[in-house]
């Protein structure tokens, strides 16, 4: 039988036949500096999720066919949605205090071959994150300055290759990250603030586009369009794995920051989320004329066209270039563990060379591979966002369901019949999501894609001997020097 038991723990909590520790910080740490570190690492790690925010509701709009009274309780359905994944991953983080995420999950419960799905899902989904946010970064920039309309696909280009450069200096940049996500979140705060209080316009009815007739009754509408909103889920994750950065904390710090996070998280992104959508509503903002975006129309309704429109059209393009960071970070993070490094480390599995990491421990190579797919995406998709998301969906999704199937079946050893239900309800929806964004046909792609680059580090594993790790590879793509 696979092991499905996490990191060992000792007694002082027992929560659904898992005993947690509860000591202390490792010492050193004081309240101030552990409150510091926190906030420095949530709103960091949330960067992805909180970004999502400036393409997914569109998405949503446009499954509608730009029906404005169904948009609502579609992206209320997705932060459902987002809600049950989230308290699943609850108690992943509870079980997996180093910092193992889905792959490791699936690798213990299931064996170490069927880490390799969730691991092929991971390399195209940091793809098509880097792909998407500077599609979207490139469409704030150009919402704001229209000029630049015809030179979108140089535009993307050239900030891919931007943020390709800054990562090779290495993942010093928590803070950083953490300071677009809240400049962001405040200049999203009073473009609400200013929409709801005092608009600057209300769009007249005939100002709607409607690109088709609506589905009937209302709930096949929306059942139908929801899925493609889910990209805002992505990143949703990222706390599982990214906690194998801190070294400062013990387990239990390591669970506490990590929950802490998924709460923190879940919470800004689905207020912020209902909050712009419920605004589209007020202010009758619906599908963008070429050369803007939703939310960039939302904040030119809502405050015009001055200081605070530019911005937050400012901070929606830095915030996004920072979620394309993370992954420009992670996927050679990923494929730096799947190589050998010079150091020894590493599984092998990929040329040598793909391990090979400068002074800032960035494998150089790794990056040079992910930009030169990431513009091959950008190019193919026209650095349209819109034309990505459902591609970026079903990628996370897949890696969602590996996770979810399981924590069921830790829950169903482990008896607990009530973090079962939890894990079977969200399992079935997120697996109702990823069928109908395959059903649309394109998106095959994508999971063909995983399964692809699956089925070839299986090969490439079995060949080596099957070597141990591989469930532990989430972790290590996080780690500065492995």
Known sequence: MPEVRGTPLSASENEGGIVVTHSPLKTGLTRGA???????????VMADPVSSVAYAVEAALRALDGHLEDLFPAMALVIGVVCLVTINYWYLVRRFPQGGGDAEAAGRAFGTAWAFPVIGALIVDFVLTIAISISAASSAIIAYIPSLLDLRIPLAIALCALVAGLTLFGHGGRVLFATFTISFLAMAVIVIVKGYLSPFAVLPESAVRITGEPMSPAIVAILFAFPVAMALATGIEAPLTSIAQLGQLDDDGKRRFGRGTLVLTVGIVGCITLALT???????VGIPEEGSTQMADIARVATGEGTVFA???LASSILLLAAASSSYQAGPGLLKALARTDAGHGLG????????????HTPYWSVAVYLGISCLVIVAARAEEQELVLF?????FASFLMGLAAMARFSWLEGNRP??????????????????????????VSFAAVLLIAAGLHRAWVRAGRPEGVTELERHAEEDDY
Do not use: C, D, E
């Not at 599995?349 to 800032?360: E, Q, T, Y």
């Open 34 to 44: 552990t409150a510091m570190l926190f906030f420095g690492f949530a709103f960091a």
């Open 278 to 284: 419920g605004l589209a509503i007020k202010l009758n």
């Open 311 to 313: 911005l937050f059209q």
């Open 349 to 360: 599995l990929l040329p040598r060379s793909l391990g090979h990491a400068n002074k800032h």
């Open 392 to 396: 970026y969906a079903v990628a996370v």
């Open 419 to 444: 973090l079962l239900a939890i894990n079977v309800v969200a399992g079935i929806a997120v697996l109702f999501t990823l069928l109908i964004n395959l059903a649309r046909g394109y998106p095959l």
